[in-house]
T-cell receptor
C-alpha cells in the first residue's frame, strides 16, 4: 500500500525553539515534496527533494532526504509566529506525470 | 514559474444544482492535471487524473458520474460537481506539473475552490 506517514500531526512550539517534522514514505520514487498550507488557502511549494542526501534550506526551514531510510525531515530553526501553518510532505508516484500522495499534515502553532 | 489558475475561489450552490470549477495552466501546456479534495483539517485526497483528449482516471470510490472531468485543451481542465449535495461541500484543488521543466520545479497548485452546498 502506498503510504506517506508524517509525525507529529500537531506541534505547538515556542518562538525561538527548534523542532523537526518527520516524513516516512513507502515507494521507491524518491521524489519528495514539502508544502505549506495556511488556513483557507491552497498549497505553497517549499522544497523539492530529488536525490539521496539532498538538503535544501530556505530561511528557518531546512529539508533533507534519505532515500535508503525512505525518510525526509523538515527542520525548523528558531521558530517564529509566521511559521504557524500546516505542513505537508508528499511523494510523487507514477512517472513523469504521476500524482502526489500526501501525508496527513503537521499543524504547527508557534506561540510567543 | 508555472502558474495554475483556478476559478471560482468560492461558490455556494443549492442542493441538486451543478457547479463547474475551472483550472487553467497559464504559461505551460498541461497534458495532465490532478483534482484533489480536502475536507476540513484533513489531508488532500486525489479524486482523479485529468488527461487532455481522453477520459479521466478516477480514484477508487470517486463517482465518475457525479464528478465530471473534462480536459478539452492543453491548458484547461474542468471539474463539474453534478446534482450537488451538502456532503459534497469541500475544498477542491487542482494541480499540474510543467513537463517542459525539470523535476526541481515540482507540482503547482491552483488557489482552490471552497464549495458549500446548502
Amino acid at each position: 500500500e502506498l503510504k506517506v506517514e508524517q509525525n507529529p500531526l500537531f506541534l505547538s512550539m515556542q518562538e525561538g525553539k527548534n523542532y523537526t517534522i518527520y516524513c516516512n514514505y513507502s515507494t521507491t520514487s524518491d521524489r519528495l515534496y514539502w508544502y505549506r498550507q495556511d488556513p483557507g488557502k491552497s498549497l505553497e511549494s517549499l522544497f523539492v527533494l530529488l536525490s539521496n542526501g539532498a538538503v535544501k534550506q530556505e530561511g528557518r526551514l531546512m529539508a533533507s532526504l534519505d532515500t535508503k531510510a525512505r525518510l525526509s525531515t523538515l527542520h525548523i530553526t528558531a521558530a517564529v509566529h509566521d511559521l504557524s501553518a500546516t505542513y505537508f510532505c508528499a511523494e510523487s508516484y507514477g512517472g513523469s506525470q504521476g500524482n502526489l500522495i500526501f501525508g496527513k499534515g503537521t499543524k504547527l502553532s508557534v506561540k510567543p | 514559474g508555472a502558474v495554475v489558475s483556478q476559478h471560482p475561489s468560492r461558490v455556494i450552490c443549492k442542493s441538486g444544482t451543478s457547479v463547474k470549477i475551472e483550472c487553467r495552466s497559464l504559461d505551460f501546456q498541461a497534458t495532465t492535471m490532478f483534482w484533489y479534495r480536502q475536507f476540513p483539517k484533513q489531508s488532500l485526497m486525489l479524486m482523479a487524473t485529468s488527461n487532455e483528449g481522453s477520459k479521466a482516471t478516477y480514484e477508487q470510490g470517486v463517482e465518475k458520474d457525479k464528478f465530471l472531468i473534462n480536459h478539452a485543451s492543453l491548458t484547461l481542465s474542468t471539474l463539474t460537481v453534478t446534482s450537488a449535495h451538502p456532503e459534497d461541500s469541500s475544498f477542491y484543488i487542482c494541480s499540474a506539473r510543467d513537463p517542459g521543466t525539470g523535476w526541481d520545479y515540482g507540482y503547482t497548485f491552483g488557489s482552490g475552490t471552497r464549495l458549500t452546498v446548502v
